[in-house]
């Protein structure tokens, strides 16, 4: 006859098993990417969606509507000094970052609202525009590579949102105080 202890043993040893491989990676893990701009610290906070064999712009992130640059929680720009995004003054600070894609110019929106869920129950982001703070125009560029993950990458000349066959850079540079 088995002991009532052994059963609770397997039972939790069972279900730490099943917590265990519940908690594996993510279909969207989150990622940080981080650098220096001059003097100025910058970290870029997301999770990094597939592709997974779908048409990612223009399908599964439509032309013409904001999009919270990432998947899960809205994706987060940190600078720990004043910097000039694409010529425009940015104070130190924490941002979401949103943006809304064309096919051959994007918007960058920097919006003071940080720690919300990227999307609302209809399928809306959570941006409330009148907490935008700054929002620049880009050009994006096609890439003879597929990029499966979603990744920013801080560069020497800003930073660059890549994935599926596209790169999306953004232009920063530090002011002078």
């Known amino acids: 006859m088995i002991k009532r202890s052994t059963i609770l043993v397997f039972v939790l040893a069972a279900l730490a098993g099943h917590f265990a491989y519940a908690q594996g990676e993510k279909a969207s893990p989150a990622a940080t990417a981080t650098g220096t701009l001059g003097d100025a ?4 906070k997301y999770s990094s969606p597939s592709v997974k064999g779908r048409k990612v712009w223009g399908e599964l992130v439509p ?4 999009w919270r640059a990432g998947a899960n929680e809205a994706t987060t720009f940190e ?7 694409d010529g425009k003054k940015l104070p130190a600070g924490k941002y979401s970052i949103y943006m809304i894609p064309n096919e051959k110019e994007w918007q960058v929106i920097f919006n003071s609202e940080t720690g919300q869920w990227g999307t609302k129950k209809g399928g809306d982001t959570s941006r409330v525009p009148e907490k935008d703070v700054l929002t620049v125009k880009v050009k994006p560029v096609a890439t003879k590579e597929l990029t499966e993950k979603l990744t920013y990458t ?7 949102l890549t994935w599926e066959k596209l790169e999306v850079p953004v232009s920063i540079t530090t002011t002078k105080s």
């Open 154 to 160: 801080v560069t020497k000349k800003g930073f660059t």
């Open 41 to 44: 610290t910058i970290t870029i």
């Open 79 to 85: 600078t720990d000094k004043a910097i000039l995004v």
């Open 63 to 66: 032309y013409g509507k904001v």
